[in-house]
């Protein structure tokens, strides 16, 4: 449905501890699209951060074939403690173990970090 309607203009991801984007866990399939996806236990220990009052297990997202296909990538990194998974998707290989990385291939990709999670790329130089 997405393609038929002409595709994503804008792709506004988060950042998960672990390199995920969009509840494309490490290891989700380059080309996947819509799917049911399992969640990783540190993502469903996360979950109470942001309101969930039972542990989600799964989730419906679109996957990373889709999202790559945007016309633009945005992705969004607050606290000090993605500094190191913001440093792997920057400056690592690009790996589906950090799902996150391989958006950086992307023509309009634009990261939008604060200061605490900006400051690992700031430390390797």
Not at 68 to 89: I, N, P, S
Not at 91 to 109: K, Q
Not at 119 to 125: I, K, N, S, V, Y
């Amino acid at each position: 449905a997405i393609a038929d309607a002409g595709g994503l203009d804008l792709a506004l991801l988060g950042l998960g501890g672990n390199g995920h984007v969009g509840m494309n866990e490490p290891g989700t399939d380059p080309s996947s699209r819509t799917h049911v996806a399992t969640l990783h236990p540190t993502t469903r220990d996360h979950a109470s951060d942001y309101g969930a009052t039972a542990t989600p297990t799964w989730g419906v997202t679109m996957g990373l074939a889709t999202l790559l296909e945007a016309d633009e990538l945005w992705l969004l990194v607050t606290g000090g403690h993605k500094r190191h998974v913001l440093a792997d998707v920057i400056e690592g290989p690009v790996d589906p173990d950090v799902p996150a990385s391989l958006l950086r291939d992307h023509p309009r990709f634009k990261v939008l970090a604060d200061e605490p999670a900006a400051q690992a790329l700031t430390d390797r130089r």
